[in-house]
């Protein structure tokens, strides 16, 4: 009986009795994103029934086409996290600039839905959030200008086959899985720990050409036959970066997005996508770098700064690094 209704709010609450000078406001926040969450996970899932799909014909302030649901995911967690009274500012992919809200001890960094290109072909689509302490009341891009090591908590959710909500705050990662029928999330993966070496690798191959030449021989070496090393590794990569980084976590392994020379820097951005990942994979044992530095330690310039990205089984991780620093 325990196990069907330990849900997210109780789990966040007893996590924080932990802490004796926890203040609450950090469950609080969480069960916010969680609002959130359910609201934009019932317009994900009954997209194909409504007109809802389809581009609004505008791109947002990174270039992307946007989609009608980007932005009601973007207004709902707008929403909801600037009313709550927890988070003092937000920074997301859907806004060109930083979010002042009224009050709260935190900021909060998002990209609202990610993936969406996916949304028309009923593929799995995500949420990336971030959450920093408050450096001041008045928010301005400089707040935002810090390693991730400063977060104080990460997590995503997944709209898949179910509607997952990851997260981590420092002692672990744990997954709740939503249950319509009540509208929970429930505790269904208690600690996941991604293992130290995978055998999957998510990759763009239709850039292979724009690669550098030690990333292709990386490729080309794990793509090898070899039973001694467990070569070739499987290919396994949907385009969508939450689906395929939650794969991985679970089943160990590697996903890249490099820089080539298309997209310079990467595609993925920093502060909202890379930084709440690398968080998550470190606190389940495994690593992410952008081919030298680890992305923990990087900070962002911008708001919107990509970074090439790197992410996933530890070993998997830096036996790339060694052929890329060759
Ligand atoms: P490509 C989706 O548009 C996204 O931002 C990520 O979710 C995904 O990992 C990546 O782009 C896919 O990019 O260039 O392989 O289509």
Partial sequence: MEKQ???????LIEEQRKYPSASGIFTELFSEI???AKIISREVNKAGLVDILGYTGSKNVTGDEVKKLDIFANNTLKHILCRGGNAIGLASEEEED???CESGKYLVVFDPLDGSSNIDVNVSIGTIFGIYNKMDDFVDKKQFRRPGRELVAAGYIIYGSST???YSTGTGVHGFTLDPSVGEFILSHKNIRIPEKGKIFSINMGNYKKW???LQDYIDYITEEDKETKRPYSLRYIGSLVADFHRNLLYGGIFLYPADKKNPSGKLRLLYEAQPLAYIVEQAGGYASDGKTPILDKIPSEIHERTPLFIGSKENVKELEKFLNR
């Fill in 5 to 11: 209704t330990m849900n997210l709010t109780r789990f």
């Fill in 34 to 36: 969680a609002l959130a």
């Fill in 212 to 214: 550098d030449k030690n």
């Fill in 164 to 166: 997952m909500f990851v």
């Fill in 98 to 100: 930083v979010v002042q």
